[in-house]
């Protein structure tokens, strides 16, 4: 029998499609995009759409395993080149690992880590046992419910988790307060697309065709990034920026925006304020002084800024590369200001986006339940920095990390220091649990490996944040071998700590109930049975926004355009103002900020690590970008061998050919590159990717890297500005011919 289920891709991707899964005979047979959703629009990412060879995978973990053999990756599971030779050695490098490990039955296993976890508490109390999870998966349920209730049920350590987006998150909403902006489906109305620190063509695919639309209308899309990305290969107009400046950068356009009278009075006037602070600010930025940073000259910062202010609607596609840097608060601070001072999110097709997300407003307090704490601590429970995972397992005190319980997440591949976290990880006193899909450089150090459902073998609530369709994922197929979701796993850990609260009992379906009951006009009328019928569902959003559009003379015949293609009305969040900020107004000038000791209104200063920075004198010059892989998701997708196959040249550093020669280095010799943190050796790859100064390499599982080793040997534990992020992209380096 033949049927299709509808779900939803919960991958840490901004556009979570759509998905369709056939299903024959309890198999799935076949996943799609669904043509009938707004922004899948038919299609899947090249990954996701190879992925029954992820759900079925040989290398799946299918039951729950305890370590017999000593911490590590398995000895000769090591080997050296990437891409085709990665994927030839990996089964034998799977078998190697898997023998370290042999099954045991899920009662066995739970009642190993709840009494583990029981003495832990007891010795040293309970927060010395620290979660480790993040972008796994997205779904409301599976990322952040019943796992929070029990962690904070068992007073562990809290995980400031904050690894990927928090300091973009904090320097947007200083600005206008909350996580939203322009909707994906206005971008083809758009007539000038900047993306900034955006690689849009491998990150955040399904805004292209949008693009697409705009361009043969006549659109321009401008690309401003340190790395030449397939986005940047396709752009009309591509500028390199060295890492870490944008601040500057947003800063010489509005200087160019304000003495050239090119901003929207009307509209600053009526929703922002601290207008006059702003303008002193960006007067100390003329554009001559702004090239010096960014390496972008002073006749092209002002036609930027000219043609931004000028050729509307224009929007910006500001991604998180911004925000990985020291500054990088600052920067998205700065940025998200230029559509606040030309009043671009009055039209159809203008604005900015960063994120969607703060407009679901689930009841995520209803799901986490926080309150938890007091029943066990009495007080909020300590936080740990997840960045600084390495620094923690190896010298936090009062109380020492004596368990850890990782899910979601394959810290010993993605977080920064890594020689740091591998340190940590091998030690004999700690007791570390991974839930998990597969084998991974995570679970080399596990104690306890169990099982994970994919998304195919649970239901869940998923939200989005590059689009405002709620969707409904439903369960597809029965889990395989023994795997359990995150949901259950916790459910049953509960129940084996003897937590007697009702909330561990709570059902998936109730669960989702109360996520969609948090009050939110947005959520009106969406119910848990409306998203079962209809699969994905807009969000309201406010209808009034889209007339005031009209009224203020924005596009009506993109309005028109709309009602033919069926499309919703626009929706134009801040149209009229309404910023979710303190003043009710776009802030220019922000109190919060002053009183955390920041720049009121903006300042740029270079990253530590970066040319203009200290560390750039401490003998490493160059500037690496520890960059994603487009056709993997961090670290997810690199042991799928159809996916590997295309991304070629994984183990590479991308170089500028001044830089390579002034080294004694040719295209194709082996480099090591190299700082305090640690080395790697790499293969060099001159091929235009990168400017004078700037070195490039791609993120791996750091058991298919040279030495069992991955980038996250350079990068730092040091955090943003705002936000307590991580800075993967303000790291130095040197680079010397490697010579075995
Ligand atoms: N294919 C693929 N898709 C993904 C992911 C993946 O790994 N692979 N990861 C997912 C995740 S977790 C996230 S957070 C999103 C992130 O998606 P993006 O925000 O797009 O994230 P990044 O790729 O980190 O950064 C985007 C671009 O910023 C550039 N950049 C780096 N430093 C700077 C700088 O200082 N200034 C400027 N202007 N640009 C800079 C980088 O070169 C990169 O091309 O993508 C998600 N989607
Ligand atoms: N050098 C460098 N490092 C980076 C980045 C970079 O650009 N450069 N990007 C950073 C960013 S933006 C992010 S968001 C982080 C991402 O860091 P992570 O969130 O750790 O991301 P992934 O590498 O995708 O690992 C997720 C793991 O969760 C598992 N998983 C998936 N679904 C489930 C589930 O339902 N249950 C359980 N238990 N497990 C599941 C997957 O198999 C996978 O191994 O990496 C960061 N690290
Ligand atoms: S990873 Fe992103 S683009 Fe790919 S299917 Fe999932 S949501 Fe869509
Ligand atoms: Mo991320």
Redesign the pocket.
């Known amino acids: 029998m033949k049927r299709v289920v509808h779900a939803a891709c919960p991958?840490?991707?901004?556009d979570a499609c759509s998905v369709l899964i056939t299903i024959e005979d309890g198999w799935a047979t076949k996943i799609q995009g669904d043509p009938e959703h707004p922004v899948t629009r038919g299609f899947l990412?090249a990954?996701v759409a190879k992925y029954l060879d992820r759900v079925y995978s040989p290398e799946r973990v299918l039951y729950p395993m305890r370590r017999v053999r000593a911490k590590g990756p398995a000895v000769g599971a090591l080997h050296a080149g990437g891409g085709a030779r990665a994927t030839q050695t990996q089964s034998q490098s799977q078998t190697q690992t898997q023998s370290a490990f042999e099954r045991v039955s899920w009662d066995w296993a739970l009642g190993e880590i709840a009494g583990r976890f029981r003495r832990v508490a007891d010795e040293f109390g309970p927060e010395a046992i620290l979660p480790y999870s993040y972008?796994g998966t997205l779904g409301a349920l599976n990322g952040a419910s019943m796992d929070r209730r029990f962690f904070y049920r068992l007073g562990a350590s809290q995980l400031e988790r904050t690894i990927?987006?928090d300091a973009g998150e904090v320097g947007l909403q200083s600005v206008i307060g909350i996580k939203m902006g322009t909707e994906p489906e206005q971008f083809a109305d758009s007539r000038y697309i900047i993306a900034?620190?955006?690689?849009?063509h491998?990150?955040?695919?399904h805004l292209w065709p949008f693009i697409e639309e705009a361009r043969r209308k006549g659109a321009k899309l401008v690309v401003?990034?340190?790395?030449r990305?397939r986005?940047?290969k396709l752009a009309d107009w591509y500028l390199p920026?060295?890492?870490?400046?944008?601040a500057a950068?947003a800063l010489g356009l509005m200087h160019v925006i304000i003495s050239e009278n090119l901003f929207d009075g009307d509209y600053v006037s009526r929703y922002t304020v601290g207008f006059e602070e702003l303008k002193a600010c960006a007067a100390e930025y003329p554009p001559e002084r702004v090239a010096q940073w960014t390496g972008i000259s002073a006749d092209d910062i002002r036609k930027l800024a000219r043609e931004y202010a000028t050729v509307r609607p224009s929007v910006i596609r500001v991604?998180?590369?911004?925000q990985?840097?020291d500054g990088g608060g600052m920067?998205m601070r700065a940025v998200t200001m230029l559509p606040c001072l030309i009043g671009s999110w009055k039209e159809v097709g203008g604005g900015l986006q960063l994120s969607t997300s703060g407009a679901f407003g689930l009841n995520s307090d209803a799901l986490r339940m926080p309150e938890l704490m007091n029943k066990a601590l009495g007080r909020p429970a300590r936080m740990v920095n997840m960045v600084q995972l390495g620094t923690a397992l190896n010298t936090l005190t009062g109380p020492p990390i004596k368990a850890l319980f990782v899910y979601n997440s394959n810290p010993a591949a993605v977080c920064p220091n890594h020689n740091e976290v591998v340190r940590g990880l091998m030690r004999d006193d700690l007791f570390t649990v991974v839930h998990e899909q597969f084998f991974t450089d995570t679970t080399d150090y596990a104690d306890i490996v169990l099982p994970a459902t994919t998304f195919f073998e649970h239901k869940d609530l998923v939200g989005a944040y590059g689009h405002y369709f709620l969707q409904m994922s439903e369960q597809a197929i029965e889990p395989l071998g023994e795997c359990r979701s995150n949901v259950e796993v916790f459910r049953g850990l509960a129940e084996r700590m003897g937590f007697e609260d009702e909330c561990f009992r709570e059902s998936v379906d109730a669960m989702i109930e109360r996520a969609l009951g948090s009050g939110n006009p947005r959520l009106d009328g969406i119910t848990r049975e409306r998203l079962e019928r209809e699969h994905w569902v807009r969000l309201n959003l406010a209808p009034s926004a889209a007339k005031a559009a009209v009224a203020s003379g924005a596009d009506i015949a993109a309005l028109k355009r709309c009602a033919t293609q069926k499309r919703s009305a626009p929706f134009l969040p801040f149209a009229e103002g309404n910023f979710a900020t303190a003043s009710g107004k776009a802030e220019f000038y922000s109190e919060a900020l002053k009183a955390r000791g920041l720049d009121p209104v903006v300042a740029f200063t270079p990253p530590v690590e970066s040319r203009h920075g200290a560390g750039s004198k401490s003998g490493f010059p160059l500037e690496l970008?520890a960059?994603?892989?487009?056709?993997?998701?961090?670290s997810?997708f690199a042991n799928v061998a159809s996916v590997r196959e295309m991304e070629p040249g994984m183990a590479e550093l991308e170089m500028h050919p001044q830089d390579a020669e002034a080294r004694g280095v040719r295209n194709g010799d082996q480099v090591r590159a190299f700082n305090s943190r640690g080395e790697i050796v790499l293969r060099a790859r001159v091929n235009g990717s990168v400017a004078l100064g700037v070195v490039?390499a791609r993120?791996d599982w750091a058991r298919f890297g040279p030495g069992g080793r991955n980038i996250n040997v350079l990068t730092s534990e040091k955090l943003t500005d705002m936000g307590n992020a991580a800075t993967?992209?303000?790291v130095c380096v040197e680079v010397e011919p490697f010579r075995a």
Do not use: E
Not at 196 to 200: L, V
């Open positions: 991958h840490d991707c901004p990412c990954k972008g990927c987006s900034w620190a955006s690689n849009i491998g990150n955040n695919v401003i990034d340190p790395y990305t986005t940047a920026i060295n890492p870490g400046t944008d950068l991604n998180y590369g911004i990985r840097s920067a970008l960059r994603k892989p487009d056709n993997h998701l961090n997810s490039a993120l993967f992209y303000s």
